[in-house]
Structures are given as C-alpha cells and as structure tokens.
C-alpha cells in the first residue's frame, strides 16, 4: 500500500537505488519507498549472467543476479517499502511525485528524492547509421535481454559496432551459444572497453577488433539484414574512400554508447550538463533542492560496485539533508573540465562544504605519463603524476577540505603530458 508521505522516495530500483535506500536505512531514516517500474527489483542487473560483480561491495565475485539478490534480500530484510510495476509519470520541485500502476494513481510528498534511474543505450537513429533499416539491428543490452531472460539467440551470424562493455561481453556469450562473430567494429583508435573485456571476450575467442572503423553501409532484402560494409575513418572520423569490408551477416549489434536516463529530472526543472545527467554539486544534489541523484542517471560507470558504492555515499548526505545538518549552498564553485577531460564531478563545490571530495571524471583519449592538475584560475593548487589514464576507465581523486578552502574562484581540472 503506497502512503502518501516519505522521509524518502527512491526512483528506480536496481543497484544504486537499492544500495542507496539499505544505507539511509541503517544510517536511521525510517519511512523510505523505492518505486520501481518493472516487476522486479535489480534493473539490468538480471540479463548479467557473466561473473565480475561484487569484488569490491561483497568481496567476492558474483554474477549480476548474485549481486542483485544481495541487495534485494537486504532490502526484504530491513523491511523497506517498495512498489513494482508502478511507473512515476511526473516529479514536481517541491518534491511531488506523481506516479501509476494497475491499482490506480498516486501522489507522494517526499521530504527528498533519491533518482537511480540508470542510463539507456544509443540507438541506430542516434548514431545516423547510413543504409537501410532492416530487421536485424538491434542494440547490444537488447540482444542481451533476449539471450538471458527470455532464451532467444537474436542471429547467427554477428556484426558489432563499438567497443562499449556490454557489446564485448555480448561477442563474448554469443559465441558460447554457437554464434558466429564476425568482427567488432570501433569509430575511436582505442578501444571504449574495459582492457579484461577485450582480452576475455575478444582475443581469447579470435574475435578481430577493428579500430578507426564504422559500418558505412546497411543492407537488408525484404526488410531483413543481410550485409554490412565497414570503412576505416580518418583523424576527422571521415570515411577513407577504398578501405571497405562487406560482411554477409543477419545481425548488427549496436553498442554506441549509454546516455543518462533523466527526463524526470529535465521535466522538473534541474539543471543538465552536456552528458545529460545531472548538474550536481559536492552531496550529488541537484539544482532542486532535497533532489539527489546517483548511478548511471548521474553519470556512467565503469562497475556496478562502484554505483552501489557512490550512491551509499548520497545516502549520508541525504541523511545530513533531513536532520537539516548540511552546509548552505547558496554560493559556489564551478568545476570544469579543462584540457584533455571530457567531464567532471561534482560539477560545482559549495563554499560552506565541510566534506573532503572525491572528483571523478574520464579522459578524452588515451594518455601516458601524465600529470592531473587542480588549477583556480592559473594558480595551481594541486598536481597528481598518473602513469596512464584511459576513457574507458573512470579516474578518482580525492582532495581534503582543506585543500579545497584554497580555491577562491572556479576549479579547472585538466591533464597535460609529463615534461
């Protein structure tokens, strides 16, 4: 039976909304509800049939139902209140969730949000993929969806376009059930994956892996793929007339990229950065007051520990929102992004903060013997050495609360290569 008023909502029921609602729980808040849009808790947690979950949250490793079922045992067991099926329609600034379900319509005063509403995946349309659109195209997180939930092999014979995690792992396990695998294909010069994906998933199958290449054609017969052609492209990503490759395949895995689910957060008003989640400040609280955000919807993570272990941090800022203990975030400090990053969080700092602060952010391309550098205007505050940094792998460092009371204007972070 869903109330009509919480200490806390959480939207959106897999990792991190889980993880965020166990430790507010334990941290003290009482009247906590997760709403999650399917009928089950974990989100895409459940298509994860591959092991590598869980060897920082549980100190073991787990698949991804493994992992899910230790999170929603706990929540059974700390007996937190959570809806399935039930979809939030709208969410209002003063913290007025509107939301449905089979058994009717709900409103819900909260006194915070927590939004976990993860990311969705880029699809042909997104990309502008040229040719035809047959049947037969189809993005990676679907294909893996099919395979493990519902026991279809989406093709035979498998084209994939990007590096990204889930399409390595899906070359990976659809040549375990018998598929062929063509090739990945990659627009970057490097790889979008983790480096244990490209060994584990690519070289140990003698899956090739095309860099500096897209598929430049789409070809279907009656409405049903039958071909593509990849080109390699140059510095400027433009194809280079005479490099094709034709591959007769009846699939094309899609695995571009992931964007923020936030059009909850968009609708009510907060702030966005150019990455589609949310602009938030040193507590992940958005531009609306009491409004916090964590996970994949914030920004995409290389681990699901790593959402599980960001959004139990929010958990004590939004107890410190309810017991009105936090600092007054009237005034701050942007953070941005300067050379060779191609983003950064927090996205601003308050004034008032009494927190040291993690920053995460990820390169914009490959970089050896590299120096981090804090900079308020041209003054540098802080210079960390880093052997190699990769976009695919997200990069953290912590500053002290009395570092950061150094900065008095904006803080730029950027890298530059060791002299």
Known sequence: MIKSNYDLVVIGGGSAGMAGAI???????????????????????????????????????????EFMTRL???????????????????????????????DGFYVIKAKAILLTTGCYERNAGAIMLPGERPSGVVTAGTAQLYLNIY???????????????????????????????????ELCPYSNGLNRNIVQCLQDFNIPL????????????DGILKSITISQVDEHNQIIPGTEKKYECDTLLLSVGLIPNSPLLRDAGAKLARTKGAIVNERYETSI???????????????VDLVTKESRLVA???KEYLDNKQSDSSSSL?????????????HKIT?????????????????????????????????????????????????????????????????????
């Open 23 to 65: 430790e507010a729980r334990k941290l003290g808040v009482k009247d906590i509800l997760i709403i999650e849009k399917n009928d089950y808790l974990g989100g895409i947690l459940n298509q994860c049939v591959h092991n590598g979950f869980g060897l920082t949250e549980f100190k073991e490793e787990l698949t991804g139902p």
């Open 72 to 102: 929603s045992d706990e929540v059974e067991k700390l007996k937190i209140d959570y809806v399935l099926n039930t979809t939030v329609t709208s969410l209002l600034p003063d913290k007025t969730i509107y939301a449905s379900n089979q």
């Open 151 to 185: 026991g279809y092999l989406v093709g035979k014979r498998v084209f994939i376009l990007g590096s990204g995690d889930i399409g390595l792992i899906m070359a990976r396990r659809l040549t375990l059930e018998g598929a062929k695998v063509l090739g990945v294909a």
């Open 210 to 221: 095309y860099l500096s290449h897209t598929v430049s054609n789409v070809s279907g017969d």
């Open 289 to 303: 007051p009491g409004v916090f955000t964590a996970g994949n919807v914030l920004h995409v993570h290389d681990l």
């Open 316 to 318: 004590h800022f939004i």
């Open 334 to 346: 942007d953070v941005i992004p300067g050379d060779g990053i191609g983003y950064v969080l927090p």
């Open 351 to 419: 004034k008032g903060n009494t927190h040291d602060v993690t920053f995460k952010f990820r390169v914009r391309k490959p970089i050896k013997d590299l120096n981090v550098i804090f900079l308020d205007k041209d003054h540098e505050i802080k210079r960390i050495f880093k052997p190699v940094l990769i976009p695919s792998e997200m990069t953290e460092i912590n500053l002290t609360n009395d570092e950061l009371k150094q900065f008095k204007n904006n803080i730029t972070v950027k890298v530059e290569k060791k002299v």
